[in-house]
Each structure stands twice: as structure tokens, then as C-alpha cells.
């Protein structure tokens, strides 16, 4: 069964340091998207991508974030100058195989813990 | 706006004991649809099930079933017969309005003691 993989599963970083989250999607969903889910809360939505631009972030996503797919398979979670409160299991989900963007669920990866020390 | 509401923080049961997990939801749109997700506590995201507006219509797969009521705007879920491998925390999610974003709530944490 096709499945969303997240690398690395555990990061660990100085605060102040740059980390770049990855996530190989499914191959044939059209969708992509990071959330986040700060120990013990809610999963909240950061940022949806499609055809190769951002179409959604929340006001959590600012300048400190930034996303890309810089290779055609690789999607990535770029933060830049990590502090203390951006640790946090990290998930890519992707979805619309069909194209509908509203008719089809989200598929998760199985996430990356990030420890900011 | 949306908004996703789980009041029930968490719930233990009894092995083999019914349990049902509540969600109510928040939306102006007439479109929308509805998600519940399992998360173990080796903590990825399962799918489980996916409800749309115009669909009413209850499922049940296995030990599991879901009520959807638009006239209360709530989606519950029910385990029959909960089994240990059951615990983990259940999330209610909504996606409306268009966006591509999905709203969870604050999730329910389940544990089945033997």
C-alpha cells in the first residue's frame, strides 16, 4: 500500500540552527501539506502546496518556514533560526489522487520528532 | 470559520466494553466533509473513515461505526466490543469552505485496560 515517508523520524537541534524536514509523497496525490502537533495538543494545519506554489498556511507559518519540492518527489519543511517552542512531531500528509481537492482525506506520514535544545 | 469540539479528554473502559467517542463540528459552509483519525502511541496518523455533507448515511466496518447527525452537527464513533490494541488517541477532523486545510480537535485519548 502506497504510503507518505518522512525522514528523519528524530531531530535533534541547537536553537538558533536551520533544519530541513523531508517527505516523500504518495507518487500519484496532488496535494501536500505540513502540520504540526506540539506534545500532548491538537494537530494544526501550517501549509498546503499544490502545482508547485503554496495555496494555504496558517498564521503559525511565517517567515521562519518555507516549503518546496525542490527535486519532484522530495517535499520539504525548511525552518530557519529553530527556537525552543518549534518542538514538535512535524507531519506531511498528502491527498487528491483524483484532483478534487475537497473529495479525498489526507494521508499521513509517520512524522519527525524535532527537539530544539 | 471551522471548529471541531471533543469534549471527552480522555475515556477508559473494560476490555470487550462498548465505548463511544464524540465530535461535534462548526461550519457555515453546506459542503464539507468529516475525518476521524487513530493515533497509537507509536504516534504516526491512521485514517479511519471519511464522511461527506451530503452523505448521512451511518457505517460500520468491523468493530466500528459512526453516526453522523447533520440536525447536531456531530459525527460520534463507536467501538463495540474494545479490545487493547483500541488505546490511542482519537482525533475528529473537519474540512469545509473549499480550503484544503483540515481542522482537528483536541483528540480523545482511549484506554482499554485488560
Known amino acids: 500500500e502506497p504510503e507518505v515517508t518522512q525522514t528523519p523520524s528524530h531531530q535533534v537541534t541547537q536553537m538558533g540552527q536551520e533544519v530541513i524536514l523531508r517527505c516523500v509523497p504518495i507518487s500519484n496525490h496532488l496535494y501536500f501539506y505540513w502540520y504540526r502537533q506540539i506534545l500532548g495538543q491538537k494537530v494544526e494545519f501550517l501549509v498546503s502546496?499544490?502545482?508547485?506554489?503554496?495555496?494555504?498556511k496558517s498564521e503559525i507559518f511565517d517567515d521562519q518556514f518555507s516549503v518546496e519540492r525542490p527535486d519532484g518527489s522530495n517535499f520539504t519543511l525548511k525552518i530557519r533560526s529553530t527556537k525552543l517552542e518549534d518542538s514538535a512531531m512535524y507531519f506531511c500528509?498528502?491527498?487528491?489522487?483524483?484532483?478534487?481537492?475537497?473529495?479525498?482525506?489526507?494521508?499521513f506520514g509517520q512524522g519527525t520528532r524535532l527537539t530544539v535544545v | 470559520a471551522q471548529k471541531v469540539t471533543q469534549a471527552q479528554t480522555e475515556i477508559s473502559v473494560v476490555e470487550k466494553e462498548d465505548v463511544t467517542l464524540d465530535c461535534v463540528y462548526e461550519?457555515?459552509?453546506?459542503?464539507?466533509?468529516l475525518f476521524w483519525y487513530k493515533q497509537p502511541p507509536s504516534g504516526e496518523l491512521v485514517f479511519l473513515i471519511r464522511?461527506?455533507?451530503?452523505?448521512?448515511q451511518n457505517e460500520i466496518s468491523g468493530r466500528y461505526s459512526w453516526n453522523f447527525q447533520k440536525s447536531t452537527s456531530s459525527f460520534n464513533f463507536t467501538i463495540t466490543a474494545s479490545q487493547v490494541v483500541d488505546s490511542a488517541v482519537y482525533f475528529c477532523a473537519l474540512k469545509s469552505g473549499g480550503y484544503q486545510k483540515v481542522t482537528f480537535g483536541t483528540g480523545t485519548k482511549l484506554q482499554v485496560i485488560p
Open positions: 461550519t457555515r459552509d453546506t459542503t464539507y466533509y
Open positions: 502546496f499544490y502545482n508547485n506554489e503554496i495555496s494555504e
Open positions: 500528509a498528502t491527498s487528491g489522487e483524483t484532483g478534487d481537492r475537497m473529495n479525498t482525506e489526507a494521508f
Open positions: 464522511r461527506n455533507s451530503f452523505d448521512e
